[in-house]
């Protein structure tokens, strides 16, 4: 029985088809790479975009507060607090730091 390949052409080297797929792989990496690199570029943008809204957030609501901390500290609101708590502040002069004469000793 013959051969199949009786009659037909020697086989011809691979080499082009060689080239031809390494050429192909290396462009199919280079491409994964690159979109991985972009992804990952994206990634990290909405992250930033992310922390930048909370950290204006958090500004505004500290500014918030320091508005409120600032507006708690007159001395209006203060008194205002105390009396609706019933205290009342003193209208005397106070008594501990005057002493009578019979109070003072002299000691040798």
Do not use: C
Request: hydrophobic share 40%; charged share 25%.
């Amino acid at each position: 029985m013959p051969s199949r390949r009786a009659g037909l052409e020697p086989r011809r080297s691979s080499t082009g088809f060689r080239t031809y797929l390494f050429a192909v792989v290396l462009l199919v990496v280079t491409a994964l790479v690159y979109l991985w690199g972009s992804v990952r570029t994206f990634a990290q943008r909405e992250a930033i975009a992310a922390h930048q809204r909370e950290r204006e957030s958090l500004l505004r609501a500290r500014d918030k507060l320091l508005a409120d901390l600032a507006g708690q500290k007159q001395s209006s609101r203060i008194r205002a607090r105390a009396e609706s708590q019933g205290l009342v502040f003193p209208t005397d002069p106070p008594s501990n730091l005057y002493l009578s004469d019979t109070q003072v000793s002299t000691k040798p």
